[in-house]
């Protein structure tokens, strides 16, 4: 008899019922998996009382209590387990998890490592050390002996491996932001399926690139590669970016941050590689990286907009440095900039081609702030100031702008050596309305946007030049104007579309290699110039979709507030204003409220037609006892204070407006002193003993400074009135604000957040103080008080006076309801670049 025979023997006259036990411990397997882990755990129990120490048995126990959340009885059972066959990786496995959720790290790390050592496949326990933060060794890997170079240069365009010859690529590509509403910024996406889906809609788009700023989770890159494994004829091209926050006091050469960029260089190209493993790092993704996707990875674009005033400070500290001697690339001549990007550069291309043969074309990111042109219509700040007093103007001591034409990154001071055969190229984010000399430099015109990016590409040519970010946002906001209507903000969805097209087709005008539009999803966490102090808590914005932000609202995808089949919309359906809250009932008039992450909602029900009657509404956002008591223009005086009234006239002609200490745009007059500011800004004086007079503010914002260029022209500084609210039905317009339904006798009004300086809807907070000249004070309120009136519009008497009632205490929220759709601009870039 062999020695396997006399074993199973010698266990089967232990174990007359292992028969049984074995079929107990698949029923409890069966029971597990399908997420019965009370079934799952007397199937276990009931193997081990039929064959005491059955295989399986414990280790299938301890995993069901661990699932029920028996963490001690978990601990017991997997030490059994463990004792039993010290080679059961399972078990080790589990003793693990049991120990991380008992506190007992260094336990939980051993349990693991020894899992690992059993089976160093073992992607469970690999995933849980790497959750811990505890780097693994990637497996064994050889240099493969032929060169990788899936694309390259070629003059001023991109060429791609088509077999055996090289393929032009023209670049029609998106920017990849994962941040879904209520997420920071790096929690991003785990699953494939979301990544699979982006994707099958980008290439359903004729996208053929998909850029990112950093390393995305693994879950990306699989379907990625999945992607293009199972779509030849619709891959998707990887641009892969390397993100870094500016390093302290500007160091750039500072042993710690240049060790840490140069880890995320490399950690970069191990994950294109598929042979990364991340561990667990606060705001970064982690995890095992198996998925190869090199052979579609069109390029590397490192870095950010950088800062001027941070290169500024970096060159003159280096001035003497000017030149780099790389494997890959050289600056002959240059900044001290050019050659620390060119040298990171370097290091990426050396680090890629060592470990895995391979190359492929590399940029640093830059903007037109940046650009190596002159720009007579934009002076930096000393220059502007000496200019002011030259032509006979005042100093402006608050002017806090970029020197937007003093500091410069040059990518054709960077050159190839013999050793690059994949070639470097220029990638800027442009936009067509900032800086102000897109606009303002005659020698664009008459198609500002179009002629800068011809200058641009004049100045590299036989490189290519790629427009890595562009686009418009379709916000309610406007940040800043720009010639023909090019603004950065204020456009419906329609309108964005049109302009994406505009811009798209202007890339390809220019001559360039390609362009990139700014972006997939709109992302709620990011803040814009105008309204940043106004979001506060800052942490918090990511819960909240404040459409006054042009940075918020650029996706392709729209993230939008609220469920969809319940938001009511302006001109939609009367059954879901009817569904809102009924705050007040007098006079004949209903008022109804209602709100969610985005927009307040009031509804009036009248008995009279909107062609009889005009409608003034008192909101009252902070305190009852604050605000202006009268209406405007209406010899009605409330008990309550309001902060904001808004005017609804006709359809041409209806505004929100402020009391004048309540608005953090309004500019107090020159030569106040102490007293006369400490006053204006003194909230709630209405309410202590000052005249009431009715006096209201429109919300007024000056996005475009008053500038002067070198040659002593100036441009007159230009806003827009933030308060005016339009009239439509939101099918037509997605900036409709109000809407009258004659048929169904309601008057429906959607006010954004941030117009009412409600600066966190989600806890409910509000703008409580302005201190001059730009701080701010925060403080929660207990809702929103609202009055209306009905005026007459034959003799402008009063037909109806609602006061108000209770006071509308929205619910707050820690996660938001949000809906997702296409918006017009992905069809209209469908449609174009399937011409292409």
């Known amino acids: 008899m062999t020695s396997l025979l006399l074993a199973l023997a010698l266990q089967a006259a232990a174990c007359p019922n292992e028969t049984s036990a074995r079929a107990a411990v698949d029923s409890g397997w069966h029971a597990y998996r399908g997420g019965d882990a009370p079934g799952a755990m007397a199937a276990f129990a009931r193997a081990d009382s039929l064959c005491p120490g059955a295989r399986g048995a414990a280790t299938g126990l301890g995993y069901a209590q661990l699932r029920l959340g028996q963490l001690s009885a978990a601990a017991v059972s997997f030490a059994k387990a463990v004792r039993a066959d010290s080679n059961d990786a399972d078990a080790w496995t589990g003793a693990g998890l049991t120990a991380r959720r008992l506190g007992r790290r260094p336990d939980a790390i051993a349990a693991f490592r020894h899992a690992l050592r059993i089976a160093p496949d073992y992607a469970d326990a690999e995933d849980a050390l790497l959750a811990l933060g505890v ?19 070629s003059g001023d365009r991109f060429e791609v491996r088509g077999g055996a010859a090289w393929v032009p690529l023209y670049v029609k590509g998106i920017n990849l932001g994962a941040a879904l509403p209520g997420q920071f910024p790096a929690d991003f996406p785990a699953d494939d399926s979301t990544y699979g889906r982006w994707l099958a809609l980008m290439a359903g788009a004729h996208a053929n690139v998909v850029r990112l700023y950093t390393i995305l989770p693994p879950a990306f890159y699989r379907a990625l590669a999945r992607w293009n494994d199972d779509h030849p004829a619709q891959a998707l091209w990887l641009v892969q970016g390397v993100w870094t926050e500016l390093p302290p006091h500007d160091a750039y050469d500072a042993p710690a941050f240049r060790a840490g960029f140069v880890a995320e260089l490399h950690r970069a190209a191990d994950v294109v590689h598929g042979r990364a493993r991340l561990p667990l790092r606060p705001g ?11 052979a579609h990875t069109l390029a590397w674009l490192i870095g950010r907009e950088w800062e001027p005033q941070s290169l500024q400070a970096y060159d003159s500290l280096h001035r003497a440095r000017t030149r780099f001697a790389g494997r890959f690339l050289a600056v002959d001549s240059g900044s001290a900039a050019d050659v620390w990007l060119a040298q990171q550069c370097d290091t990426l291309l050396a680090y890629e081609w060592d470990a895995y043969h391979a190359q492929r074309p590399i940029a640093y990111v830059t903007w037109p702030t940046l650009d190596p042109l002159s720009h007579v219509t934009e002076p930096g700040r000393e220059e502007e100031q000496a200019l002011r007093k030259r032509y006979g103007f005042p100093p402006n001591p608050r002017l806090k702008e970029y020197a937007n034409d003093g500091v410069t990154l040059d990518a054709m001071r960077v050159r190839t050596t013999s050793a690059d055969s994949a070639g470097y190229f220029a990638a800027y984010h442009a936009y067509p309305y900032y800086p102000d000399f897109i606009g303002l430099d005659s020698s664009y015109a008459p198609s500002h946007y179009l002629g800068y990016l011809r200058a641009l590409a004049r100045h590299h040519a036989g490189r290519p030049l790629l427009i890595a970010e562009y686009g418009v946002p379709s916000s309610r906001g406007n940040a800043h104007l720009a010639p023909e209507g090019l603004d950065h903000g204020g456009h419906d969805e329609q309108a964005m579309a049109a302009i994406d097209v505009r811009l798209t087709q202007q890339i390809r005008d220019a001559g360039l290699a390609g362009g990139i539009v700014f972006a997939w999803l709109d992302e709620w966490f990011k803040h814009n110039w105008p309204v940043i102090d106004l979001e506060q808590p800052a942490e918090r914005t990511r819960l909240w979709h404040n459409v006054m932000d042009a940075e918020q609202n650029y996706g392709l995808v729209g993230e939008y507030a609220g469920d969809s089949g319940e938001t009511p919309e302006p001109g939609g359906d009367p059954a879901r204003w009817r569904a809102l809250t009924a705050l007040a009932r007098d006079s004949g008039l209903v008022l109804r409220t209602g709100a969610d992450a985005s927009y307040l909602y009031v509804a009036i029900e009248s008995p009279w037609p909107f062609d009889s009657v005009r409608y003034v509404l008192g909101l009252d956002t902070i305190d009852s006892t604050q605000g202006e008591h009268r209406m405007p223009g209406l010899a009605i005086t409330s ?30 007059r020159a030569g106040m002193g102490p007293t006369a500011l400490d006053a204006f800004y003194h909230f709630g004086a209405t309410a202590r003993g000052t005249a009431s007079t009715g006096a209201y503010d429109t919300l007024f914002l000056t996005t475009n400074r008053w500038r002067i260029a070198r040659d002593g022209r100036t441009f007159p500084a230009r806003g827009w009135n933030r308060g005016r609210l339009r009239f439509g039905r939101a099918a037509e317009t997605t900036l409709a604000d109000w809407y009258v339904d004659r048929s169904a006798g309601l008057v429906e009004l959607r006010l ?11 806890s409910r907070t509000v703008l409580a103080r302005i201190a001059p000249p730009d701080r701010f004070t925060v403080t929660r309120t207990e809702g929103v008080r609202i009055g209306v009136a009905a005026v007459r519009r034959d003799d402008g008497t009063i037909r109806a006076w609602v006061p108000p009632g209770p006071t509308y205490a929205w619910p707050t929220w820690e996660t938001p309801v949000w809906h997702e759709r296409l918006k017009p601009a992905y069809f209209a870039l469908q449609s174009l670049w399937a011409t292409w």
Not at 136 to 151: E, G, N, Q, S, V
Not at 645 to 660: M, T, W
Not at 752 to 762: C, I, Q, R
């Open 135 to 153: 780097a693994t060794p990637a497996t064994a890997f050889a240099r493969p002996d032929a060169a990788a170079i899936p694309a390259r240069t």
């Open 752 to 762: 954004a957040w941030g117009l009412l300086n409600v600066t966190d809807p989600s």
């Open 284 to 294: 970064h993704a982690w995890g095992r990286y198996t998925a190869d996707v090199s």
């Open 639 to 668: 008990l309550d204070g309001f902060e904001f009234a808004a005017v609804l006239e006709d359809s041409a002609q209806a505004d929100l407006r402020v009391v004048p200490w309540y608005d953090p745009y309004l500019v107090p």
